[in-house]
């Protein structure tokens, strides 16, 4: 079914425009769906699969990821390498060590690990809570009844894992 909708008239002495609304049609039982302007010449209707409908509307949808599952597996050294480039373009003085499979700095440390990158911090009250150190991307995350010290495997390099790392050095830059 199409449906329509005429309007037109003055509003507050504004003129207004001709409004159509349409809604795709349902053409056949298989689920496959159309509007009025995917007719071909032959007068058959053109049907659009998921994939096309999913190329034709691809969005960010990272709030997403709220609910899906992680991996408990990453690459550790890409992801080390991606918290370095970050640390540094965040003025975080750190040392690294010889093999560069680790680096440590005031206020914390890092290290390549099997499963992922491994990264803790130690400070007075940390704004954190538990499920910071939960989300997904994160695995193995733990954090004291104190909140004086967390660790956690880093398993993805995102958004969620920039701002875990971006609000402790903010805090440690603007509190110790």
């Given at each position: 079914?199409?449906?329509?909708?005429?309007?037109?008239?003055?509003?507050?002495?504004?003129?207004?425009?001709?409004?159509?609304?349409?809604?795709?049609?349902?053409?056949?039982?298989?689920?496959?769906?159309?509007?009025?302007?995917?007719?071909?010449?032959?007068?058959?209707?053109?049907?659009?699969?998921?994939?096309?409908?999913?190329?034709?509307?691809?969005?960010?949808?990272?709030?997403?990821?709220?609910?899906?599952?992680?991996?408990?597996?990453?690459?550790?050294?890409?992801?080390?390498?991606?918290?370095?480039?970050?640390?540094?373009?965040?003025?975080?003085?750190?040392?690294?060590?010889?093999?560069?499979?680790?680096?440590?700095?005031?206020?914390?440390?890092?290290?390549?690990?099997?499963?992922?990158c491994l990264l803790s911090f130690k400070g007075k009250n940390?704004?954190?809570?538990?499920?910071?150190?939960?989300?997904?991307?994160?695995?193995?995350?733990?954090?004291?009844?104190?909140?004086?010290?967390?660790?956690?495997?880093?398993?993805?390099?995102?958004?969620?894992?920039?701002?875990?790392?971006?609000?402790?050095?903010?805090?440690?830059t603007h509190v110790e």
């Amino acid at each position: 079914m199409m449906y329509s909708t005429n309007l037109s008239g003055t509003i507050f002495g504004l003129s207004c425009a001709c409004l159509v609304v349409s809604t795709p049609m349902r053409h056949n039982k298989e689920q496959s769906w159309s509007t009025p302007h995917d007719s071909m010449a032959n007068g058959k209707p053109r049907t659009r699969d998921l994939d096309h409908l999913m190329e034709q509307n691809s969005t960010e949808l990272d709030f997403l990821s709220a609910y899906g599952g992680s991996s408990s597996d990453g690459d550790g050294s890409a992801i080390f390498a991606a918290l370095r480039r970050f640390l540094k373009a965040g003025g975080v003085e750190f040392t690294l060590n010889k093999k560069e499979t680790s680096l440590t700095f005031d206020y914390g440390k890092a290290s390549i690990e099997s499963n992922g990158c491994l990264l803790s911090f130690k400070g007075k009250n940390l704004p954190l809570v538990a499920s910071d150190v939960q989300q997904v991307g994160f695995t193995q995350g733990s954090i004291t009844k104190t909140r004086s010290s967390c660790s956690v495997t880093m398993v993805e390099w995102g958004i969620e894992q920039r701002r875990f790392v971006e609000r402790l050095v903010e805090y440690f830059t603007h509190v110790e």
